[in-house]
Nanobody, 126 residues
């Protein structure tokens, strides 16, 4: 059974850094593109970043470009989201999700992601 588990969230001051992890079990990670999303209460879920199956294609939301970096280690069945220069507006629950059947070297559309994890809270506050 496909399962994704996020970790690494927490409380950090503005300007600080966190690294989120998305650990996969029940499937071979390189069969799937992986996306990171976030949700703030009262707002729609936002696509933050994605990485293709090969790791060779990545996309970022404009709001995080230059600050966040997505990477994957297929041998460890884990995808990471390095978040630097965090801002209060980055506060949200962060989720990872998998997209099956995607092209080897292309991120799929945000709507193609499914198989969500349970989320990890990131709070950026002084």
């Amino acid at each position: 059974q496909l399962q994704l588990v996020e970790s690494g969230g927490g409380l950090v001051q503005p300007g600080g850094s966190l690294r989120l992890s998305c650990a996969a079990s029940g499937f071979t990670l390189d069969y799937y593109a992986i996306g990171w999303f976030r949700r703030v209460p009262g707002k729609e879920r936002e696509g933050v970043s994605c990485i293709s199956r090969s790791g060779g294609n990545t996309n970022y939301a404009d709001s995080v470009k230059g600050r966040f970096t997505i990477s994957r280690d297929n041998a460890k069945n884990t995808v990471y989201l390095q978040m630097n220069s965090l801002k209060p507006e980055d506060t949200a629950v962060y989720y990872c999700a998998a997209a099956a059947g995607s092209r080897w070297n292309r991120c799929p559309l945000w709507g193609d992601f499914a198989s969500w994890g349970q989320g990890t809270q990131v709070t950026v506050s002084a």
